[in-house]
């Protein structure tokens, strides 16, 4: 009889052998259609629809103007803030890239992901959350395009200027 099996052979418990360790089965593949584009840009988050208090039960709309936008693509952005709102929820984000129109777009929440902060006396947190954009003015709008495509050309290079022969 196996020391992992009991006399019933049901097992009791299993040993650790490294090296031997269970290969991890190929996730699904990557199904974004558009490109992710990193920025550092501040953003303002306001709830829509007003969000329960767990302690009160009274109802309030949550608003933050410390939020940092850190990637952005066509369908969805991703964002860095200090409390995650509920998955599914609706939120008004306005940001103002440099160079650019102010863009308020409505996004909804897809997921979040909390993240400690290394270095920080306390382990600082703060939550990374996925959004993807369901509307917005289309001035708004027109100006999310051109920023996305202004940000997603490589940088061009500097001209080669001849030097004097001398």
């Known amino acids: 009889m196996d020391e992992t099996q ?3 052979g049901t097992q009791r418990w299993r040993r650790f052998i490294p090296g031997n ?3 991890q089965q190929p996730g699904p593949p990557d199904r ?4 992710r ?21 009274a109802l ?17 952005l991703r964002l860095r ?9 609706r939120l008004l984000l306005r940001m103002r890239p440099t160079g650019h129109d102010e863009i308020d777009l409505v996004v909804r ?4 992901h909390v993240e400690y902060v290394r270095g920080e006396c306390g382990a600082r947190a703060t939550t990374l959350v996925g959004l993807e954009i369901i509307g917005g003015p289309g001035a708004s709008l027109d100006a999310f395009e051109r920023w996305l495509a202004s940000s997603s050309r490589p ?5 080669a200027r001849p030097q004097a022969l001398g």
């Not at 840009?41 to 302690?55: E, K, L, M, N, T």
């Open 81 to 89: 803030m200090e409390r995650a709102p509920d998955d599914g929820s």
């Open 37 to 57: 584009v990193p920025v550092s840009v501040r953003a303002g988050v306001s709830s829509i629809d007003p969000v329960r208090d767990r302690h009160t039960g």
């Open 6 to 8: 009991r006399r019933d």
């Open 109 to 112: 929440t897809r997921w979040s």
């Open 32 to 35: 974004r259609r558009s490109r």
């Open 60 to 76: 309030y709309y949550d608003v933050s103007e410390r939020e940092e936008l850190l990637e952005i693509s066509r369908r969805g």
């Open 155 to 159: 940088p061009r290079a500097p001209l």
């Open 21 to 23: 360790e269970r290969r």
